[in-house]
T-cell receptor, first 116, second 113 residues
Framework: NAGVTQTPKFRVLKTGQSMTLLCAQD?????MYWYRQDPGMGLRLIHY???????AKGEVPDGYNVSRLKKQNFLLGLESAAPSQTSVYFC???????????????FGSGTRLTVV | QQQVKQSPQSLIVQKGGISIINCAYE??????FPWYQQFPGKGPALLIA?????SEKKEGRFTISFNKSAKQFSLHIMDSQPGDSATYFC????????????FGDGTTLTVKP
């Protein structure tokens, strides 16, 4: 089925370790996003991309980096993991629209990351 | 500054009842208001959405009511079923903002049989 695929689904890291989360979409969407979900705090935007080769900071970008070398892939990196980065990470994608009007997201199933 | 405030945080409804979740927004530039449904261990899924040129949108048992002057919108789930038990998020986005959505904090709905 078409959609957004995230890998890995679960990961435990030690403080200071690095890792990369992969998001892949096969819907030819222009826009891609990384959100983190914490209890009682909804979904907060980390970084986003409006097209291949472009990235921008969201609401909570510190401690994360991203890359979008191919249109279908959006990578989220943690260079030196901290316990505060324990969270569930969701990737989402959407079409671009005329005038940039809002449109719904397709989300992946998430990566549950624990930093000890 | 939270731009989208959602209430209640949790909701318990009997099977067959009506579930109502409310959201309020501050930025009048928002022009797209979706609701997402999330089951445990899954990603959110788009449920229904509305634009501010209409006051109500209905899809099956799910209805969005929109009050532009009050800057509020709500999700009504008619004839609630145990299978509707999930977390619901409202969101808002605006034109020219790279499609970025601002989310409410979520409402955990439990429908008791």
């Amino acid at each position: 089925n078409a959609g957004v695929t995230q890998t890995p689904k679960f990961r435990v890291l030690k403080t200071g370790q690095s890792m990369t989360l992969l998001c892949a979409q096969d819907m030819n969407h222009e826009y891609m996003y990384w959100y983190r979900q914490d209890p009682g705090m909804g979904l907060r935007l980390i970084h986003y991309s409006v097209g291949e080769g472009t990235t921008a900071k969201g609401e909570v970008p510190d401690g994360y980096n991203v890359s979008r070398l191919k249109k279908q892939n959006f990578l989220l990196g943690l260079e030196s993991a901290a316990p505060s980065q324990t969270s569930v990470y969701f990737c989402a994608s959407s079409y671009s629209t005329t005038g940039g009007a809002g449109i719904g997201y397709t989300f992946g199933s998430g990566t549950r990351l624990t930093v000890v | 500054q939270q731009q989208v405030k959602q209430s209640p945080q949790s909701l318990i409804v009997q099977k067959g009842g009506i579930s109502i979740i409310n959201c309020a927004y501050e930025n009048t530039a928002f022009d797209y208001f979706p609701w997402y449904q999330q089951f445990p261990g899954k990603g959110p899924a788009l449920l229904i959405a509305i634009r501010p040129d209409v006051s109500e949108k209905k899809e099956g048992r799910f209805t969005i009511s929109f009050n532009k002057s009050a800057k509020q919108f709500s999700l009504h789930i008619m004839d609630s079923q145990p299978g509707d038990s999930a977390t619901y998020f409202c969101a808002a986005s605006m034109k020219g903002n790279a499609g970025k959505s601002t989310f409410g904090d979520g409402t955990t709905l439990t429908v008791k049989p």
